[in-house]
């Protein structure tokens, strides 16, 4: 069974740092499109980072030299550095990827569960 697996939300005072992991497993061939968006109560979703291509990225105005987003590609794994954290960083943060299987042809979109980020003032 083919998932997006989501660890290292909680809570953290403003000014902190916290570092989500993504691991997609499962009979998987590749991955395109890795990263995180997020929601906040009241809100639409929203693309914080994703890994686009080896080497490319893409960045939420809003996190622009606060958050950095990697992958380890040995680990099918993605990771997202949040520095300088500040309260309207205050989400539920979701991993999405296409992924590529071994029983299926072309890519399909998955989400993650959901990790819970907070942070107080």
């Known amino acids: 069974q083919e998932q997006l697996v989501e660890s290292g939300g909680g809570l953290v005072q403003a000014g902190g740092s916290l570092r989500l992991s993504c691991a997609a497993t499962?009979?998987?061939?590749?991955?395109?499109?890795m990263g995180w968006y997020r929601q906040a109560p009241g809100k639409e979703r929203e693309l914080v980072a994703r890994?686009?291509?080896?080497?490319?990225?893409n960045y939420a105005d809003s996190v622009k030299g606060r958050f950095t987003i990697s992958g380890d590609n040995t680990k099918n794994t993605v990771y997202l550095q949040m520095n300088i954290l500040k309260p309207e960083d205050t989400a539920v943060y979701y991993c999405?990827?296409?992924?590529?299987?071994?029983?299926?042809?072309?890519?399909?979109?998955?989400w993650g569960q959901g990790t819970q980020v907070t942070v107080s003032s």
């Open positions: 499962g009979s998987i061939l590749g991955i395109k499109n």
């Open positions: 999405n990827a296409d992924l590529y299987g071994t029983t299926w042809n072309g890519p399909r979109n998955y």
């Open positions: 890994v686009t291509s080896p080497g490319s990225t």
